[in-house]
T-cell receptor, first 110, second 112 residues
Framework: GENVEQHPSTLSVQEGDSAVIKCTYS??????FPWYKQELGKGPQLIID?????GEKKDQRIAVTLNKTAKHFSLHITETQPEDSAVYFC?????????FGAGTTVTVRA | NAGVTQTPKFQVLKTGQSMTLQCAQD?????MSWYRQDPGMGLRLIHY???????DQGEVPNGYNVSRSTTEDFPLRLLSAAPSQTSVYFC???????????FGSGTRLTVV
């Protein structure tokens, strides 16, 4: 099955700085790559996603890039704010099966 | 529009007991799935369903049973609880199953 690796496991940034989380996947057939944000005690919430026929997608302060050749994708958060503090998960999908990375705990320091 | 509703939010079971985790969605989504979340391991797919009457296994199906008699409901049954099933369980739904998953708020299960 699909194997998704996510780095780093923890990330501490100064408010206003950028945060970057990187993921790699193993199965070249994966064609959908969502990113989820999970706050304490809540379920994961979709923040941005990208399909394999697109190289980059941006939504306000959040952007995702995809390199199909290298089989890796990244989440970029610019101008970080305290409310960006959470656990972020990347995922890769083949058909109906979504495989998740282990998560990155992001802490934004005021 | 409540989205995906999971009950109960917390549950403690003794080893060997059985129970059903409930999941309901009101978005008319065809696809529903169950995940478990353990520290440092992300979310792992247990079972999924692409429509009423159709279910299939995910990555970690052993010890769990599912059925899908209606579009709205997708219960997860633990037949004989084991301490290894202590986890947080999330239900998710999607219109088509290939993108746009919506997650519930989770059920925290402890098996002693």
């Amino acid at each position: 099955g699909e194997n998704v690796e996510q780095h780093p496991s923890t990330l501490s940034v100064q408010e206003g700085d950028s945060a970057v989380i990187k993921c790699t996947y193993s199965d070249s057939a994966s064609n959908y790559f969502p990113w989820y944000k999970q706050e304490l005690g809540k379920g994961p919430q979709l923040i941005i996603d990208i399909r394999s026929n697109v190289g980059e997608k941006k939504d306000q302060r959040i952007a995702v890039t995809l390199n199909k050749t290298a089989k890796h994708f990244s989440l970029h958060i610019t101008e970080t704010q305290p409310e960006d503090s959470a656990v972020y998960f990347c995922a890769a999908s083949i058909g109906y099966k979504l495989s998740f990375g282990a998560g990155t705990t992001v802490t934004v320091r005021a | 529009n409540a989205g995906v509703t999971q009950t109960p939010k917390f549950q403690v079971l003794k080893t060997g007991q059985s129970m059903t985790l409930q999941c309901a969605q009101d978005m008319n989504h065809e696809y529903m799935s169950w995940y478990r979340q353990d520290p440092g391991m992300g979310l792992r797919l247990i079972h999924y369903s692409v429509g009423a009457g159709i279910t299939d296994q995910g990555e970690v199906p052993n010890g769990y049973n599912v059925s899908r008699s209606t579009t709205e409901d997708f219960p997860l049954r633990l037949l004989s609880a084991a301490p290894s099933q202590t986890s947080v369980y999330f239900c998710a739904s999607s219109l088509a199953g290939t993108e746009g998953y919506t997650f519930g708020s989770g059920t925290r299960l402890t098996v002693v």
